[in-house]
């Protein structure tokens, strides 16, 4: 059998080998991504497959040049995975804790936020608003990597960060649990200072580029938007997030 290896790189660590990433799945690793080259086609990389699957794991296949840097050119059989720094929280278990408690729960949701900067400052400012939670979907979000740390200014990690596999699986759970859904958006007339935020609350940001789904707005219990009065017709998320969210503690205090 080949030797596999495991070393730091920046303030993550890196595992390549297949069965050095299997073991690490199987020991309950939170892997922050895993990348595979296509090409590799053996009974192992099948194996590792089907782990990633049912973890629901983000992967994706990237030219063998990439994972030739990651590795710094050792022997990685065709697969790196990066692990995360900041260990998930179980939302189903941050959400029973939670409504324990007599105060009003805050949660902030983001969809197909992808930029890392942007999403390490939304964590800042959801610190500093004593958000109860962020939930990103496993798919399709920036990556909690040392850039995003590093620009949260360590806010990673002092607030629970909860992956799901889709953000709609974490609406029903929210709206079961009698959290309002409001969806920061302009496709609304309804200015956020008219929205009733003193009552327990996820707020969901989108990206810049896209918004917020089409389905994850049509389960919103609510729809608001920030006024805009020049001629620039969007805010940078992570500004429109911070000016959500001291709208929720304005009106809380």
Known sequence: MKKTYLYPM?????????????EAINSGKELEKIYLQREVKSSLMKELAIEIKKNKIASSYVPIEKLNK????????????????IAFTNLEELLEKLT???EAPLFLLLDQITDVRNF????????????????????????????????????????????????????????????????????????????????????????????????????SDAK?????????ESLNVSVACGIALYEVIRQRM
């Not at 920046?10 to 390549?16: A, R």
């Not at 990651?70 to 720094?85: C, D, P, R, T």
């Open 100 to 102: 324990e408690q007599k």
């Open 10 to 22: 920046q303030n993550n660590q890196t595992i390549f080998g297949i069965r050095a990433i299997i």
């Open 120 to 219: 390490g400052a939304i964590i800042r400012t959801a610190e500093c608003t004593n958000v109860n939670g962020i939930i990103i979907p496993n798919h399709g979000s920036a990556p909690l990597n040392a850039d995003a740390i590093k620009t949260s200014a360590g806010a990673a990690f002092k607030i629970p960060i909860c992956k799901v596999e889709h953000i709609k699986d974490a609406l029903f759970m929210l709206q079961a649990s009698d959290i309002q859904i409001v969806s920061i958006t302009e496709k609304t007339e309804d200015l956020i200072y008219t929205v009733d935020l003193k009552k327990p609350t996820a707020l969901i940001m989108g990206s810049e580029q896209r918004g917020i789904s089409p389905s994850v707005l049509k389960m």
């Open 70 to 85: 990651l590795s710094k050119y050792q022997n990685h059989q065709g697969a790196v995975a990066k692990i995360s720094e």
């Open 224 to 232: 608001a938007k920030l006024p805009l009065l020049g001629e620039i």
